[in-house]
């Protein structure tokens, strides 16, 4: 089973600034996919950006960046030039690549709080 | 539809009452996926839909609970017979397949009283 671990319950940034969140996880599968997601006081989940394990570069959304070190299981997400629209509760996740049945399932950290200050 | 829609948005029950939650996922999307979200927690897995096919129902936390999607498309989330530790956030969330990451509706909170 995985398992995803996200340190950090809350965290806060000043405006325009950079901030970054933690994730570490735990599988003994080689391939699979994480993922950031935001959400906020509407509690619709929204994709931030999205990582396959087989594929070194890190991905890259905009402002949105990921550090993926992938023989330490971690997948830290950097957020550069933090907007007051980026407060929201942020969750990292998992999921096995092979296709079909609940491989598809993702597995959730705990989440982290982040404020952004004007 | 344009996005996952799921009602209602808030539901008050009344502990040992039943409730059904609705989930209309995109249209033309295969998986349909429920969770549960636990005040400050991530997500937890409740139930897996391939069209019509409940392929997994592990997370399911107990027999009083029972989901289905009988043409493919729409889903409902049954709870019988509710308690207070029922009191959660429900997502669904549909996918055309892959690893492309769904698409989730607003949830509904369910509070028992």
């Known amino acids: 089973a995985q398992t995803v671990t996200q340190s950090q319950p809350e965290m806060s940034v000043q405006e325009a600034e950079t901030v970054t969140l933690s994730c570490t996880y735990d599988?003994?599968?080689?391939?699979?996919?994480l993922f950031w997601y935001k959400q906020p006081p509407s509690r619709q989940m929204i994709l931030v950006i999205r990582?396959?394990?087989?594929?070194?570069q890190n991905a890259t959304e905009n402002r949105f960046s990921v550090n993926f070190q992938k023989a330490a299981k971690s997948f830290s997400l950097k957020i550069s030039d933090s907007q007051l629209g980026d407060t929201a509760m942020y969750f990292c996740?998992?999921?096995?690549?092979?296709?079909?049945?609940?491989?598809?399932?993702?597995?959730f950290g705990k989440g982290t709080l982040l404020t952004v200050n004007p | 539809g344009a996005g996952v829609s799921q009602s209602p948005r808030y539901k008050v029950a009344k502990r040992g009452q039943d409730v059904a939650l609705r989930c209309d996922p995109i249209?033309?999307?295969?998986?349909l996926f429920w969770y549960q979200q636990a005040l400050g927690q991530g997500p937890e897995f409740l139930t897996y839909?391939?069209?019509?096919?409940?392929?997994?129902k592990s997370g399911l936390p107990s027999d009083r609970f029972f989901a289905e999607r009988p043409e493919g498309s729409v889903s409902t989330l049954k709870i019988q017979r509710t308690q207070q530790e029922d009191s959660a956030v429900y997502l669904c969330?549909?996918?055309?397949?892959?690893?492309?990451?769904?698409?989730f509706g607003s949830g509904t909170r369910l509070t028992v009283v």
């Open positions: 969330a549909s996918s055309s397949g892959g690893g492309e990451g769904y698409t």
């Open positions: 599988t003994s599968e080689n391939n699979y996919y």
């Open positions: 990582q396959e394990a087989y594929k070194q």
């Open positions: 996740a998992f999921m096995n690549r092979y296709s079909g049945g609940s491989n598809y399932k993702l597995t």
């Open positions: 249209s033309g999307h295969v998986s």
């Open positions: 839909f391939q069209n019509e096919a409940q392929l997994d």
